[in-house]
Each structure stands twice: as structure tokens, then as C-alpha cells.
């Protein structure tokens, strides 16, 4: 006659009272060792440092200086720096027509009408440079303002050669350093705006 269990799974009581069993043992070993070794078990305590480094604040120490000009003074440094821009756009205006020329781009007369009306801008350009100019009560203006005056009028004797040197019998010499010595002085010229604004704006 077959025998009826009543639980099919016998095993599963069993096995909470071995694990109750083993923690039990294990726990009294732990305490004997403990004992027998005058050893203390203290918990360890991790101590955690911060390895970031702090924070440093720069303070700012960039100081502003204010320059009150006159205004007569400023309204002349706008208006030569205003002729600076004249200057290169005379400048380049040059320099295309003599490329074109070189590069045979336009007839003959086309350049000569040309090289003649770049007479005409300078002369005009030389105008602008000496009226108004600065306010008289300041020398140093002055005196910087009549070297301006003495490099467009060479600029426009450069422009006048540059005409004689087209036309001459020649093959290109007087032309090559006329277009030499008009670069120079219109590099001299814009440097001087910028050495005259620099001058009285700084400090």
C-alpha cells in the first residue's frame, strides 16, 4: 500500500535550519578567535577626502582711464582718419590702372584719360589735407598736420609722373618709379594719420 506524504517537498524546511545553524557557528567562532587573541574588532570607519582643489577667485583688476578730448581736437582726428581712407582708395585706384596697362587690359588712350583724372583726384586730395586742418592752439598738431600736407603734395607730384611716365619713350622705367614713390609717400601718409591718432588718444 503506497505510503501518502503529506508534503511532497520535505526538504524545504530543512534547509532553514541549517542556514540558522551555520550563522550561529559561525558567530561563536568569530568570538572565540576574538578572545583568545585579545583582539578588538572595531568597525571601520572609511574616511573620505575631497581631492578637488579649491575654487580660486581672480578678482578682476583691469582699470578703465577715460580721455576727455576737446572736441575740436576729436572732430580733426576724425577727419584725418577719414582722408587715411581717401588716401587708400587713391591708392588703389592706381594701382588697378597701372595692372591693366601692364597687363594690356586697355588701349593706350583708355590708360592715358585714366592716369590724367588720377591728377585731378590728388590735387583735389591735396585740398582736403590742408583745409580745415587742426586747431591751432595746439602746436603739436600743427606741426604734425604740415607734414601731412608736404606727403599729398608729393603724392600728387607722383601722380603727375605717373602720366609723364606712361607717355614717354621709354619702356616703363620712369613710370616704375614713379608708381614706386607714390606707394611710399601714401604708406608714409596713412602712417602718420595713425601715428598722429594714436598720439592723442592714448592715456
Partial sequence: METFNEDPKPGRLVLPLVLIGMIATTYTFINRIASDNELNITPVVEEVTDDS???????????????????????????????RIQ???????VLQANDNWDNENVSYQEAKDEFAS??????????????????????????S????????????????????????????????????????????????IEEIVATNTSN
Fill in 118 to 143: 588720377f591728377i585731378d583726384d590728388a590735387a583735389e586730395f591735396v585740398l582736403i589735407v590742408s583745409d580745415p586742418g587742426p586747431p591751432s592752439t595746439f602746436a603739436g598738431l600743427v606741426k
Fill in 145 to 192: 598736420h604740415e607734414e601731412l600736407k608736404s606727403l599729398a603734395e608729393l603724392i600728387y607730384a607722383d601722380s603727375q609722373e605717373l602720366l609723364a611716365g606712361l607717355t614717354s619713350s621709354d619702356t616703363g622705367e620712369r613710370r616704375a618709379s614713379a608708381l614706386e614713390s607714390f606707394n611710399n609717400n601714401i604708406d608714409e601718409f596713412q602712417k602718420k
Fill in 53 to 83: 582643489e579649491p575654487e580660486v577667485v581672480i578678482e578682476d583688476t583691469t582699470t578703465t582711464t577715460t580721455t576727455t578730448l576737446p572736441s575740436e581736437v576729436v572732430s580733426y582726428l576724425e577727419e584725418i582718419s577719414s582722408e
Fill in 87 to 93: 588716401s587708400i582708395d587713391l591708392a588703389n585706384k
